[in-house]
């Protein structure tokens, strides 16, 4: 509820007569004044803190920071996922004392960041992500690594744009 500044100083006023109750104000507030709005308990009790705190009913608007998204702020986040993959953004927000609404706002985060992935192509076209192979029909725990002709494809997607494919004939390592 939006209330005037008429209807805050009228709001002060009760609460002083209550002796600071804001449930109490609330209901004599309503008795004093039966053609306005009546004001709930939790409007007092903010008014009574802000009034308290400041001095004043005015709505005082806090000076922050409208990008909290920083370098700094990012490799910290980053250092929190690479501790704990499996970490939560409340986790994170706790940790880092970023806001969870901040981290969740980050809307260049696909713009920044590479999704990838690797396959196997067979001569048999078979495609393998594994590069193994369940042939015993006894046993089926049994694997065995294929020794045929096969090519590994490479590709990405960074932002809008697709990266590749790439085509090796050797496995995929971190290394290469």
């Known amino acids: ?8 100083v009228d709001m ?6 209550c002796h600071r109750n804001p449930l109490l104000a609330s ?27 400041t001095g004043s009913i005015q709505h005082i608007k806090r000076n922050r920071s409208n990008n909290v998204v920083t370098e700094e702020n990012e490799f910290l986040v980053l250092g929190c996922i690479q501790e704990n993959p499996e970490t939560s953004v409340r986790q994170i927000s706790h940790t880092t004392g970023i806001s969870a609404t901040s981290l969740d ?15 196997t192509f067979h001569k ?31 590709g990405g997607i960074l932002g809008s ?9 050797q496995h995929l390592t971190g290394a290469d």
């Open 124 to 154: 048999n076209g078979f495609v393998n992500r594994h590069n193994c192979h369940n042939y015993d029909t006894v046993n089926p725990h049994q694997f065995q690594t294929i020794s045929e002709q096969r090519w590994n494809v490479w």
């Open 161 to 169: 744009h697709v990266i590749g494919p790439f085509f090796f004939d």
């Open 105 to 119: 706002q980050d809307v260049d985060f696909f713009t920044r960041v590479m999704f990838s992935d690797e396959a």
């Open 27 to 53: 209901r004599v507030y309503a008795q004093r004044y039966p053609d306005r709005r009546h004001p709930r308990k939790y409007s007092f009790q903010l008014v009574l803190d802000r009034f308290v705190n």
């Open 1 to 8: 509820m939006s209330l005037t500044q008429e209807e805050m």
């Open 12 to 17: 002060v006023f009760v609460l002083g007569a």
